[in-house]
């Protein structure tokens, strides 16, 4: 399998309303964001939701480095 260099990250934020916003961590093997992804965690502020998601990959690519695995792994 050829991974590319830019993977996307594993977890993302979707808005669900005006005021809701999930945390949603990406399930598919082709790596696309899809309906049956896991959501994560809830936030009510579009920033904090940004800022979850955003440490949650920063510490998965550290843990994926150290380990050296090429793919994405759950944390």
Excluded: C
Aim: glycine share 4%; proline share 3%; hydrophobic share 30%.
């Amino acid at each position: 399998m050829i991974v590319s260099k830019e993977m996307k990250d594993r977890y993302y934020v979707q808005r669900l309303t005006e005021q809701i916003f999930l945390i949603r961590e990406r399930t598919s093997a082709d790596g696309e964001s899809g309906p049956d992804d896991r959501i994560v965690r809830s936030f009510s502020v579009r920033h904090d939701a940004y800022m979850y998601a955003d440490s949650v990959n920063k510490k998965q690519k550290k843990l994926d480095e150290h380990l050296g695995r090429r793919e994405p792994h759950v944390l």
